[in-house]
């Protein structure tokens, strides 16, 4: 994490743990008082470092403020890291993200997919947002505690999954099956595309199924943090058993 605020929010929230804190040589103020007090009461090692090292691991000059933590995510592995398990120990259930550069969406998904019990949310490095603050406060914290697979980039992950045996399932609002009548195996990739132009041309060719929400009213298309929540909750309504709540008059 970067930044002063969300530094001192990290490190006063007794859920997180902080392994360290880097500050700049230069760094000083109120806030850099408050981010040394809260580093000595959770018992963090804040060491001073050159600017530019705290640029280049924050991957973001304008709002690093000269500070950045490293704070433990536990269920956070790569994605090859999971595929190379015993097959019984793979995740069965996952989204993959591609090309989704709002980092609101990007928090939300995390967030209401960690809620519906997704076992992987896929979150490539690159032409998807980073792992920030801003992706943090979305998610309500939940980014440290969600199953996050990291790799390279979606069409990486697409063609690894396709040869673990994953079929991948597209969304379109032109899809052939509706999402709460379409059968699924086992082993199950949502592919989320981006808020402009959908799933990449790269990513395209890997997609074995093309599914659609259902929609009542005159709406084109959903959101993508909204689209997710209604596919991770239909996954889950399916594996609890319950019958959709249908209201009548």
């Keep these: 994490m970067y930044g002063r605020k969300p530094v001192i929010e990290a490190l006063r929230d007794q859920r997180l743990t902080v392994d360290k804190v880097l500050l700049a040589q230069q760094a000083r103020g109120e806030s850099v008082t408050d981010i040394l007090a809260a580093a000595k009461a959770a018992n963090v090692p804040v060491r001073r470092v050159d600017a530019d090292r705290i640029k280049r691991l924050a991957g973001n000059g304008k709002q ?25 120990e793979q995740p069965r259930k996952l989204l993959l993200l591609d090309g989704i550069t709002t980092p609101a969406n990007v928090g939300m998904i995390i967030r ?9 949310i896929i979150i490539p490095r690159h032409g998807v947002a980073s792992l920030g603050p801003l992706v943090v406060k ?13 790799c390279g980039s979606a069409v990486e992950a697409a063609e690894s999954l396709t040869e673990a045996g994953y079929v991948l399932v597209g969304l379109d609002s032109d899809g052939a ?20 132009h959908g799933l990449g041309a790269e990513v395209r060719p890997y997609v074995g199924r093309w599914v659609r929400i259902p929609m009542a009213g005159d709406v084109e298309s959903l959101n993508v943090s909204t689209a997710a929540a209604v596919v991770s909750f239909e996954l889950l309504r399916r594996e609890k058993g319950a019958a959709p709540q249908v209201n009548v008059g």
């Design 64 to 88: 690093d403020q000269g500070v950045l933590a490293d704070v433990l995510a536990p269920k956070m592995r790569t994605l090859a890291a999971a595929l190379n398990e015993s097959y019984r």
């Design 112 to 120: 209401a997919a960690t809620a519906a019990g997704i076992d992987g």
């Design 138 to 150: 979305a998610s309500a914290g939940i980014v440290f505690r969600a199953p996050l697979l990291r």
């Design 177 to 196: 099956e509706s999402l709460f009548h379409a059968e699924f195996g086992e082993r199950m990739v949502f592919v989320l595309g981006g808020e402009t």
